[in-house]
């Protein structure tokens, strides 16, 4: 079983439009269009059938439509503002014969053995606590030959957290369950996975961040108070703060994985 460590939402319409506004449209996580087209570099998913998971509000299941090609996507994710805002977005753009979002309780993935062609995620697998039944999932639904690309906020080492990342932590709020890149390549490798990889995406999230919060600090600020308040605003401004000095440290490791389930035997 999949369990999330808080099954309550944490994501509602004013997290959605906050982000949105740091991030781009339909975006809840860094880097945008060109950071997931970063974790599938490589990759062809023209004609696939492809999993979002924690596909958040539909902004990178659509891309991967859009931009690669894929026959499919399917979007999955545990709450249901962000779904019901990925539905309204598929429609919006005439994508909703190519793109269907799944919101579940947090357990097993509904979906059948070896359903997908490739398996994606963006910084969210953060959330769910137990890694090897998390990789077991994904290898059961994904097709022989398939592959799991995905980005995922990390934590440098296993074990007892520095004070700056327990507070890091604390300021976000949110149900984080952060392991080691070592620790994914291990879940990832008895799961089945072969020719794992790892790549580090700290140096250039480090960089990123640091341009967020000058946003939030300057430009961006008067815009984002307008929709969301300024105390939700000024939160997270204390919240990036907190966050890049983990970044800085090298202790926060945004990371890239990727692995390969092997053909059928035989």
């Keep these: 079983m999949i369990e999330m460590a808080d099954a309550e939402p944490e994501y509602d319409d004013i997290a959605i439009r906050f982000l949105e506004a740091l991030w781009g449209e339909g975006y809840l996580s860094p880097g945008g269009p060109d950071e997931v087209d970063r ?7 023209k004609g696939k059938a492809i999993l979002d998971i924690g596909c958040g509000c539909g902004g990178i299941t659509l891309h991967l439509v859009g931009r690669h090609g894929a026959a499919h996507a399917t979007g999955f994710d545990v709450e249901r503002p962000v779904i019901a805002a990925a ?25 059948a053995d070896r359903s997908f062609d490739v398996v994606f995620s963006k910084d969210a ?3 769910v606590p137990d890694k090897d039944a998390l990789f077991a999932e994904i290898f059961r639904v994904l097709k022989p030959g398939g592959v799991f690309a995905a980005s995922n906020w990390m934590i440098s080492h296993d074990g007892e957290p520095s004070p700056e990342m327990k507070a890091y932590v604390a300021a976000e709020g949110l149900s984080f369950a952060m392991a080691s890149p070592a620790r994914y390549i291990k879940a990832m490798q008895r799961a089945g ?9 700290n140096p250039w999230y480090r960089e990123v961040a640091r341009g967020e919060l000058q946003r939030l600090r300057g430009p961006l600020y008067p815009a984002v108070a307008a929709v969301v308040g300024a105390a939700y605003v000024d939160k997270n401004i204390k919240t990036w703060e907190a966050m890049q000095k983990v970044l800085d440290s090298g202790e926060h490791r945004p990371t890239h994985l990727r692995g390969w389930k092997p053909d059928a035997e035989g």
Excluded: I, K, N, W
């Design 125 to 127: 697998l953060l959330h």
């Design 39 to 45: 974790v599938v570099e490589g990759l062809s998913l």
């Design 87 to 111: 539905r309204q977005r598929a429609s919006a753009l005439g994508l909703g014969d190519r793109a269907s979002f799944v919101q579940a309780a947090p357990g097993m993935l509904p979906f």
């Design 193 to 201: 996975f072969v020719e794992v990889t790892a790549r580090d995406r």
